[in-house]
């Protein structure tokens, strides 16, 4: 009977220590499940042409946005295997996105008999970084998929993002340096005579 109180106690005690235990967890699920992300960026390059065609980018079937003439979406899309495609199912691009890598495509319009298709085609990560800096963020009422695609504050701090990553993992170049000799007193260098045929 005396130990009725103390158990109370102790029980309440541990409820309160529970309770305060989970919160701060919650956060670290939330960061784990940001970095098993990867960025997807499909851009479109101006073309005076085509301008009026906004074919749609899916992932998995699912519509992320349409494409516009001289934009670019990034999408934070989950690691693992995708297909990625444009209107055009036959050019569909199957990948295994790695967590916190980034990926670069483009929509190409193929004109046709009766209308252009949008195919999605993968490019490098230069020829990537080197597209965004021409193109601007999709405008928001082209995104269908929000919870995926970056609206136009967010967009341009994931390419510098991905930009400054590539920019450190390219190695530096390791071409030897040529060793020169310094001039020798009486000895003057001269161009070889350009061969004549």
């Known amino acids: 009977m005396r130990f009725r109180p103390a158990i109370s106690l102790f029980l309440i005690a541990g409820l309160l220590a529970l309770r305060f235990m989970t919160p701060a967890q919650e956060p670290k699920a939330e960061n784990q499940s940001k970095e098993l992300k990867s960025t997807v960026f499909i851009g479109r390059l101006k073309d005076f042409g085509t301008r009026n065609w906004r074919p749609s980018v899916y992932v998995d079937e699912a519509e992320l946005a349409r494409s516009q003439n001289g934009r670019y979406l990034a999408a934070k899309i989950d690691a693992g295997k995708h297909t990625l495609r444009a209107e055009d199912p036959q050019f569909s691009v199957q990948m295994?996105?790695?967590?916190?890598?980034?990926?670069?495509?483009?929509?190409?319009?193929a004109t046709g008999f009766w209308?252009?298709?949008?195919?999605l085609v993968s490019v490098t990560p230069e020829q990537g970084v080197l597209d965004l800096k021409r193109l601007e963020?999709?405008?928001?009422?082209?995104?269908?998929?929000?919870?995926?695609?970056?609206?136009?504050?967010?967009?341009?701090?994931?390419?510098?993002a991905c930009s400054?990553?590539?920019?450190?993992?390219?190695?530096?170049?390791?071409a030897p340096s040529?060793?020169?000799?310094?001039?020798?007193?009486?000895?003057?260098?001269?161009?070889?005579?350009p061969i004549s045929r």
């Open 96 to 109: 295994d996105l790695k967590p916190r890598e980034c990926y670069f495509f483009r929509v190409e319009l």
């Open 115 to 119: 209308k252009a298709h949008g195919r």
């Open 137 to 160: 963020p999709i405008d928001s009422s082209h995104v269908k998929d929000t919870l995926k695609v970056a609206d136009t504050t967010q967009a341009p701090a994931l390419a510098a």
């Open 164 to 174: 400054a990553k590539l920019s450190n993992d390219t190695p530096a170049s390791t």
């Open 178 to 193: 040529t060793p020169t000799t310094p001039p020798q007193p009486g000895i003057t260098s001269t161009p070889p005579p």
